[in-house]
């Protein structure tokens, strides 16, 4: 078969050296243009060969070797243009190319393999020149590319694999042993990843079609080859979750994303996956067909999609909406498709459908870490995330997955669940989880330069993080190897300084500072002897000498517990310059150090007087390298290199005699003979002159060819031949020639890399940019002094070309000690050899080289190389934090045991003093200082100036205060006016404006510094006084040097604050569920019995309670209650002996069984094991710990947060009383104050020799007023500006840093005073008060003295006396007062002291509860988790109880249904039969009747439950038993027809017989459906039993599981060690009267419990012996009862056999007596009759109301009567008005007639009226007779009254 790769064979050629192949100085695997027809061909012939399954190397053809040696010359891009050529060239083979590509891709074997030394990338050798290819084999590698993603794989327990330049290392964690495997390419490793089976390990790297090779682990073989990925490099590689697919995405300029089927080396997918770069490619773990991609600023999400045209890959970008935009470093896809990422501040982004779904930070918006998140791993259902910040966290996946948004913000606060703090100034990238079974161990890489091993068990026995490896972090920018030993030194802008032993491939020691390190030098032995000295200089300027030594040479180790094998100490530190340090170098004699910076300086310091300043030089540009000139020169002179093309050469300077240091005013040396040499660029006249020579060779072999042409053609043409020739050189003089090279000069100089002498006022240079790929020889020019530096125009005077590093400069040079090889570090990472000859300096035989790549081809240019001092090795380091050891090709073999020898401490190194180490990156160099100093010293003497005009004006000014004075004191209109003595107004107003002004100014310039300052103080005291209660106060007794101070105290813990709620709820006892159901159900039936009440009564109803009963109802009720009283006699009867035998069975179920033990007995015992005194050890195996004991985290925080309460309170109580102290101080210091003033007062008047010593004021230190710390007015700033003048003026070099402390002291000192003087204001004013008296009488005597009387001189003695002992008694009360104070602070003492044992207790036992709290939170989950099962477990066993017991309720109600539908059988039977009565003729007949079965059509249910088709079986077999039934007792009924009633049989006894026929079938059906219920209860309830058991038994597993968990956490718990402090009298465990030395093996008890268990012990010998006495008495009690029952048997069988011969004496037979006693009444008969006797007394009651209403008739007929008889009296009375009145008008009528002669149509009308008036009352009169007279009649009717006509209208 082929080979997979057979297309690139010629690539696989073409990439050998002289045994095979070889890799070009540009690392491309192309050769010459002048081999590529041949290699093509090549090529094309390999397509064709097949190799056999077994075969494992590839076919090597010797004459494409010899091709390609013979064209192995060739530039970097001349490589690039084949490779881009070759590749086009194999895109588009023939179709034969193709099938026979395809068909070996088709028939990869799984056995097949690459040969390793075909692929690997070979050292480049010059042809012919006899160089060997293992020139320089790689013993060690130090460094470490920290930076690079994804830089840390773990291949199996003890072995990881990491990058290092070219070359890939596989470390053993164990042994430190490294394995190397380089790279294919030479152009460098881009990523690497591991097969998730980790049996394979991918290697992608870098350059052009770089290629991802697949090794096989651990044969390291390389399996299979990827290619056409990508363009120049991968940046991110991914297996997927089962290891069949690889994907890989690209880096600049393309990020290609591409998913390989990489057993079978093809590409399945390709597309680009973003614009910008990617930083990593996962598939998710739950779905080979979804990926996610992140890089900057973005998050991309695919998917494999089966397209019409095929599977594709398709990307949707998530949008970040709302949110900014970040890069994300780390992200992890979710098992549900949502995928949480990181972000650039730290919070974590959950991701759903492309969109954020939600925002995850912490409590308070705290972000979940302080910088980017690197990492996010799902391990064990929990999440962990890495950041920048150091920190791993732990969050719970449950809370993550179902995170939602809350609120508009987006937010949503969790927090995690445990944390780690690796270490300071950490940053993780990422981490892998190591392979050890039960264990939770990582491996982290640290971008700062280490590996981390990290335990994340987060248990007690967690062990802390440990650094396994330390390395550079960045860059390396220095080295130095030892003079001496195989020891070398690098520093780097990480601030670590390191020292390695490179022979025994160990790191030594390494020391941090503030600042990184940028050169490095280590000291000559004619300086340093024993070689253990070395120079560093820093990014800030300063330059520290540190010396090396072995610790174990000490003779003191203060406080050592690890003796480490070498350590640094600092010799000497100074700063003599203002930017970084960039170059040291020793004089050859070792007297003089030079130091170069990019300030363009360079100092010189004297050696031997521990480097003091010699002086200075400045320079036309930044310095790069310094160099002294070799013992081969005559003058030692000092190579200057500055970066822009300025070389100078200073001679060696002057050493001064000791001259007065203040008297130097620069250490600038300005008289320095310094040549220069100022660099002009000649490349292009250069290649302008190669160009002619080059044309003037080609002219010459032209002229030659004519010439040969010409003598042929003369031969052979003659004169025709001569004239041809002549017409053709005339055509080809007339061809224009091509125009020369122009002349470029680069507008900006290159920079100079490095440089190195070559013999007296000669050297060689190396630049980059346009120049690169020549080395150039210069000289200087002569020294001129008038000559202008920049000005000037210098040349090379040689020059040597460097092949294919046109584009690759060389960076450093070194040689070897002999000078025979010149080692070069390219720009490019690669390490460069030429072979030189002896002495030669000129570079003449530079023509020989060795080439290989080893540092990263794009970032790891080599800073630094150097060998050892016997030239057996070299090392190199490199920008990309890589140091690698080769050993150089000697015929001589190293020894294997090589070790560096450290040198021994010099004798009294341990003594010697530390020399001030310069932190500070603004403190002043040696140059500034002393200017400073200069400027200090004019500053003074213009102070002194000022202090002398002040001086003067304060003179005048004391003048023109006499003038005043004197003015004053003139009569007052000889005196002047204020104002006459201004000579100008304007001056004065013009001086106030400005100094307003200025003032203004002023107030604005400083307004920011004064914003920034309070802004500053804010922060400070936000952060460390806003978290305090309260400060330290301490407080000084007066007399004795005894202080208290208080606590100080933050406010209360979180612990106290609140109490978090438990996660693990204890499952109740089976006990207290009993209780608590049997109170909840006591409860129930209070409430339902008290909300049924009795229905209140109507008034009506109460009305008729009350009326007299008739004697119908009286008989009625009492036919009724007979009746009920019969009934109710048989039902009780019936009852009572249901009751009996309720009562026997429930007897006989009491009945105890012989290993039956009483509840009670069994409660009280367990009650016993619980909580009597079982004092089992926690550290037993069998210990059970009881639930009223078990601990969780919540209860531990809660115990906590008590503890830190009860300290808390103690603490701010004995702060209180320190405080009263205080302020007792502070009173009593005032009132020694006003006692001292009056004691004063009274001195003055006594004479002097009766004063005794006036007591001395006590004063108020700083310490005790704390909160006047900060309190400050304009005089204390003053004193503190004066303190920190002075503080400057006596350390000018040392004034930043030794200004501050001074200070401080000055401003605590004068505020304090300043209190001082503030508090005794107010005494002063009472003490001058108080003494008023005193100050009278002393006024007294300043009238005019003369002699006193007697009266007088006696006055003035009892005054005296008076004075004297008021003296003594204020000098006694101050005594009193100051001893009262201290005997209350020495009291207070002593109690704080008691406190403070208190305190430490609690403290000992607060970290004993916190270790606790911690183990409980890491068993917490687990444990609810258990917890929970148990509470599901119980809660569905007593919910299958509960069904259960309704079941047998169920049960139970059913079966006493049964019982109460068949006594309704037997009830109906006997009613038949005593309806029947006796001697009935027809009675077999109607009992026939009765009992016979028949057939009933069953109603049918029109309602669809699912129970009728699940009862269908068992009621079709029920219907067909019925109807056998009836078909076997059809024989009888065939005899008798039920139809017709007999004849003489009771027709109502007949029917009564079918309706009881009916109630029977009735009562038959339900007993069967009843029946049918309970089988299925049954059923129920069995299958309900098995589910109980099988419930109980998970129950008790769970419940056993939680106990053992229990019993493991309480053994965790018992590990924890615990502090009590004990006295030896408190220790009573004593062997032979002496304390044992170990006490492991003793238990500790409280007195308290001690005595208990003592007392415990008599109580149980009394429990002991009552319980044998009641046992005792218990047995003598059975014996008594076991008689008793026999005795009760035998009267039980004598009363049997009276009442048996009873019942035949009275009945003749022995009968029933309960069938007797219930044996009821004919019911339907009684009913009859009562509705009989009802009827009679409703026909009564009917017949009554009808009487009472014939009574009521009459009465209305009477007074009807009585009515109308007073009508007709009205009536006849009216009837004799009328007469009378008419008898009146007749009578005025006649005696007015006579004037009218005709009557009036009025009266007419009016008498026509009064006549039908009077008819109708006639008619009405007669009428009412007649009904009166019918009324009288018995039975009468009334009519209505007969209306008149006139009425009705």
Request: some cysteine.
């Amino acid at each position: 078969m082929k080979e997979p790769d057979d297309q690139d064979t010629d690539e696989g050629k073409s990439g050998r050296s002289q045994s095979n192949g070889r890799q070009s100085p540009g690392s491309s695997q192309t050769a010459s243009r002048s081999t590529t027809k041949d290699d093509d061909k090549v090529s094309e012939d390999t397509t064709d060969e097949t190799l056999t399954e077994g075969e494992k190397s590839r076919l090597v053809d010797d004459d494409s070797d010899m091709e390609y040696l013979e064209g192995s010359s060739t530039s970097f891009q001349d490589d690039y243009q084949e490779s881009t050529g070759e590749s086009q060239h194999m895109e588009t083979p023939g179709s034969a190319a193709e099938e026979a590509e395809e068909e070996v891709k088709k028939k990869i074997p799984n056995s097949f393999f690459y040969d390793y030394m075909e692929l690997v990338s070979m050292p480049f050798v010059t042809p012919d020149s006899n160089i060997p290819l293992d020139l320089l084999t790689l013993v060690h590698s130090f460094g470490y590319d920290c930076k690079k993603r994804a830089n840390l794989q773990l291949l199996d327990s003890s072995t990881i694999m990491y990058i290092a330049g070219n070359q890939l290392i596989l470390l053993n964690l164990k042994t430190k042993e490294q394995m190397y495997l380089r790279s294919s390419s030479g152009r460098g490793i881009g990523v690497i990843g591991v097969h998730p089976d980790k049996t394979y390990f991918t290697v992608a790297e870098k350059g052009i079609s770089p290629k991802i090779i697949i090794y096989e682990y651990p044969s390291l073989r390389p399996y299979r080859i990827l290619r056409d990925g990508t363009d120049l490099g991968y940046a991110y590689m991914d297996f997927n979750y089962r290891g069949t697919l690889l994907a890989s995405v690209g880096g600049n300029p393309d990020h290609t994303l591409t998913i390989w089927n990489w057993k079978e080396e093809q590409p399945i997918l390709r597309t680009k996956a973003f614009s910008q770069e990617v930083f990593k490619v996962t598939f998710n773990p739950e779905n080979d067909e979804q990926l996610t991609t992140s890089g900057s600023g973005h998050i991309k999400f695919w998917e494999m999609a089966q397209t019409f045209t095929g599977l594709k890959l398709q990307g949707s970008l998530g949008r970040f909406g709302k949110t900014t935009t970040t890069d994300i470093e780390g992200y992890m896809e979710l098992p549900d498709g949502k995928v949480l990422s990181g972000s650039e501040w730290g919070n974590m982004l959950v991701w759903e459908a492309g969109l954020i779904k939600v925002e995850l930070c912490r409590t308070g918006t705290k972000s979940c870490h302080q910088g980017s998140i690197n990492q996010i791993m799902l391990d064990e259902g929990e999440v962990i995330t890495a950041g920048s910040d150091g920190c791993i966290r732990i969050w719970d996946f449950e809370t993550i997955d179902t995170a939602d948004i809350i609120d508009e913000t987006g937010l949503l606060e969790i927090e995690p669940i445990n944390e780690l703090q690796v270490d300071k100034n950490v940053k993780l990238f990422s981490m892998i989880k190591m392979n050890e079974t039960g264990s939770n161990v990582w491996l982290a890489q640290d971008s700062s330069g280490a590996i981390w091993k990290l335990d994340l068990s987060f248990s007690n026995i967690t062990q802390d993080p440990e650094c396994l490896f330390s390395f550079h972090s960045g860059a390396i920018e220095a080295l130095a190897v030892s003079p001496l030993t195989y020891l070398m030194a690098t520093t780097g802008l990480d601030c670590s300084i390191r020292i390695y032993d490179f022979a025994s491939k160990t790191p030594l020691v390494h020391v941090k500072f503030k600042q990184g390190g940028t050169a490095l030098a280590w000291v000559p032995r004619l300086v340093s002897y024993t070689g253990s000295q070395i120079v560093v200089g820093f990014e800030d300027g300063v330059v520290r000498v540190l010396e090396l030594y072995d610790p174990k040479g000490l003779t003191i180790f203060a406080g050592r517990k690890k003796f480490l094998d070498a350590d640094l100490h600092l010799r000497h530190v100074f700063k003599p310059h203002t930017a970084q340090v960039t170059a040291l170098a020793f004089e050859r004699d070792g007297e003089i150090l030079a130091t170069g910076s990019k300030d363009k300086t360079v100092f010189f310091f004297e050696v031997e007087k521990d480097y003091k300043p010699i002086g200075y030089i400045t320079t036309p540009g930044p310095v790069c390298q310094l160099m002294w000139s070799g013992i081969s020169h005559p003058d030692s002179t000092l190579l200057i290199i500055c970066e822009n093309g300025h070389v100078l050469e200073a001679p060696f300077p002057t050493i001064k005699e000791e001259v007065e240091d203040q008297d130097v005013v620069s250490y600038e040396i300005k008289d320095m003979c310094i040549k220069c040499f100022h660099f002009s660029s000649v490349k292009s006249k250069i290649l302008r002159l190669i160009e002619i020579e080059k044309r003037k060779r080609e002219k010459e072999l032209k002229e030659k060819e004519k010439e040969e042409r010409r003598k042929q053609l003369a031969a052979e043409m003659g004169k025709e031949g001569e004239k041809e020739s002549q017409e053709e050189e005339q055509k080809e003089e007339e061809e224009e020639e091509k125009p020369l090279p122009e002349i470029f000069i680069p507008s900006t100089p290159c920079h100079i890399l490095c440089g190195f002498y070559s013999g007296p006022g000669k050297f060689w240079v190396s630049l980059g940019g346009y120049d690169a790929g020549i080395l150039y020889h210069c000289e200087f020019p002569p020294y001129d002094k008038n000559s202008d530096i920049t000005e000037k125009k210098d040349e090379p005077f040689d020059f040597r070309f460097l092949e294919d590093a046109e584009d690759n400069p060389i960076q450093t040079i070194t040689f070897s000690f002999n000078k025979d090889m010149m080692f070069c570090g390219m720009q490019d990472g690669a390490i460069r050899i030429y072979i030189l000859s002896q002495n030669d300096s000129s570079l003449t035989s530079m023509e020989n080289y060795w080439h290989f790549n080893i540092h990263d081809n794009n970032y790891g240019c080599i800073k630094g190389i150097s060998t050892s001092y016997d030239d057996r090795f070299l090392v190199t380091v490199g920008a990309d934090g890589n140091i690698f050891v080769f050993s150089i090709f000697s015929v001589f073999e190293l020894r294997k045991s090589m070790k560096a020898k450290v040198p021994s401490p010099r004798f009294g190194l341990e003594t010697e003093p530390i020399p001030e180490d310069i932190e500070d990156p603004k403190a002043y160099s040696i140059e500034n200082a002393r200017r400073k100093r200069e400027q200090d010293k004019l500053m003074k003497e213009v102070e002194e100036i000022k202090a002398r005009k002040r001086e003067q004006l304060r003179a005048l000014r004391n003048q023109f205060q006499k003038l005043l004075e004197i003015n004053e004191e003139l009569p007052e209109h000889m005196q002047f006016k204020r104002t006459d003595f201004d000579v100008d107004s304007k001056i004065r107003a013009e001086i106030n404006r400005k100094t307003v002004h200025k003032i203004q100014q002023v107030e604005k310039e400083l307004a920011w510094e004064k914003e920034k300052h309070e802004l500053g103080l804010m922060k400070l005291q936000n952060r460390f006084l806003d978290s305090l209660e309260s400060d330290t106060i301490v407080v000084h007794a007066i007399q004795s040097d005894h202080k208290i101070s208080s606590y100080r105290l933050t406010k209360p813990s979180k612990y106290s604050k609140f109490k978090r709620a438990s996660q693990s709820d204890r499952r109740t006892s089976k006990l207290e569920r009993f209780e608590k159901e049997g109170t909840g159900r006591s409860d129930s039936q209070k409430d339902i019995g008290g909300s049924i009440s009795v229905p209140e009564e109507s008034i009506i109803e109460k009305g008729k309670l009350f009326r007299p009963k008739t004697l119908s109802q009286i008989m009625v009720e009492n036919q009724i209650e007979k009746t009920r009283k019969l009934i109710l006699k048989a039902e009780r009867a019936r009852q009572k002996i249901q009751q009996r035998k309720k009562q026997w069975e429930e007897l006989y179920k009491s009945k105890p069984a012989d290993d039956y033990e009483d509840p009670k007995d069994v409660q009280a015992i367990k009650e016993a094991q619980v909580y009597m005194g079982d004092f089992n050890l926690k550290t037993a195996p069998d210990y059970k710990i009881p639930e009223h004991m078990r601990i969780n985290a919540a209860k531990k925080e809660e115990e906590l947060g008590q503890l830190d309460s009860m300290t808390h309170s103690k603490k701010m109580h004995m702060n209180k009383c320190i405080l009263s102290l205080r302020d007792l101080k502070v009173a009593v210091i005032e009132e020694i104050q006003c006692l001292v003033q009056e004691l004063k007062n009274i001195q003055s008047t006594l004479h002097v020799s009766k004063h005794i010593p006036i007591p001395k004021i006590p004063q108020i230190h700083p310490e005790e007023v704390p909160e006047k710390r900060f309190h400050y007015d304009e005089e204390i700033l003053l004193a503190f500006k004066q303190q920190k003048m002075k503080n400057e003026n006596e350390n000018v070099p040392q004034m930043e840093r030794a200004g501050s402390t001074g200070a401080n002291r000055g401003f605590l000192r004068i505020s304090s005073l300043k209190d001082g003087d503030l508090t005794t204001r107010e005494s002063l004013s009472r003490s001058s008060k108080a003494s008023t008296f005193i100050l009278e009488i002393s006024k007294l005597t300043e009238f005019e003295k003369a002699d006193p009387i007697d009266v007088e001189l006696e006055i003035m003695k009892r005054n005296e006396i008076k004075n004297m002992y008021m003296q003594q008694y204020l000098a006694n009360r101050i005594k009193e007062l100051i001893v009262t104070f201290d005997a209350e602070l020495r009291l207070l003492r002593h109690q704080k002291l008691k406190l403070d044992t208190q305190m430490k207790l609690s403290d000992l036992h607060h970290v004993t509860l916190f270790q606790e709290m911690l183990l409980l939170k890491n068993f917490e989950k687990q444990e609810n988790i258990l917890q929970k099962n148990v509470n599901s477990l119980d809660k569905e066993e007593q919910d299958m109880q509960w069904k259960i017991n309704e079941t047998l309720k169920e049960m139970e109600e059913k079966k006493n249904e049964i019982t109460r539908l068949q006594d309704q059988e037997k009830a109906l039977y006997a009613g038949f039969q005593t309806a029947l009565g006796e001697n009935n003729k027809f009675a077999n007949f109607l009992m026939k009747v009765l009992k016979k079965k028949i057939k009933r059509v069953k109603k049918k249910e029109v309602e669809g439950d699912a129970d009728e088709d699940e009862e269908s079986d068992e009621s079709s077999e029920e219907e067909s038993s019925l109807e056998s039934d009836e078909d076997e007792s059809g024989s009888e009924d065939e005899v008798f027809d039920d139809s017709i009633c007999p004849s003489n049989c009771d027709v109502g006894l007949f029917e009564l017989a079918l309706q009881l026929r009916e109630k029977r079938l009735d009562i038959e059906e339900a007993l069967v459906e009843e029946k049918k219920m309970i089988d299925n209860l049954k059923k129920e309830y069995d299958t309900l039993s098995k589910k109980v058991k099988i419930v109980a038994t998970n129950l008790n597993a769970a419940e056993e599981a939680l106990e053992a968990y229990q019993r493991e956490k309480q053994q965790r718990l018992n590990e924890l060690l615990v502090v009590i402090p004990l006295k030896l009298h408190q220790i009573e465990y004593v062997v032979f009267g002496e304390i044992p030395s170990d006490l492991s093996g003793t238990l500790v008890f409280s007195n308290r419990s001690l005595g208990r268990l003592q007392e415990r012990i008599v109580q149980l010998q009394e429990e002991n012996s009552k319980q044998q006495k009641l046992n005792k008495e218990w047995r003598e009690r059975r014996k008594q009862l076991i008689r008793e029952k026999r005795e009760m048997a035998k009267t039980i069988n004598k009363m049997e056999e009276t009442v048996r011969q009873l019942m035949i004496s009275k009945f003749g037979r022995v009968i029933d007596l309960a069938a007797l006693q219930t044996l009821s009444v004919n019911t339907t008969l009684e009913e009859l009759k009562i509705k009989k006797l009802r009827k009679e007394l409703l026909n009564a009651k009917e017949m009554k109301k009808w009487e009472e209403k014939i009574a009521q008739v009459r009465q209305e007929l009477m007074m009807k009567t009585e009515e109308h008889t007073k009508k007709l009296h009205q009536m006849n009375d009216l009837c004799i008005e009328k007469r009378k009145l008419d008898s009146r008008l007749n009578t005025l009528q006649n005696q007015q007639g006579n004037a009218f002669q005709s009557p009036r149509k009025a009266d007419i009308v009016a008498r026509e009226k009064v006549t039908e008036m009077i008819q109708l009352q006639a008619e009405r009169i007669l009428a009412l007779k007649k009904e009166i007279a019918l009324l009288r009649k018995k039975g009468g009717l009334i009519l209505p009254p007969i209306q008149s006509a006139q009425e009705k209208r």
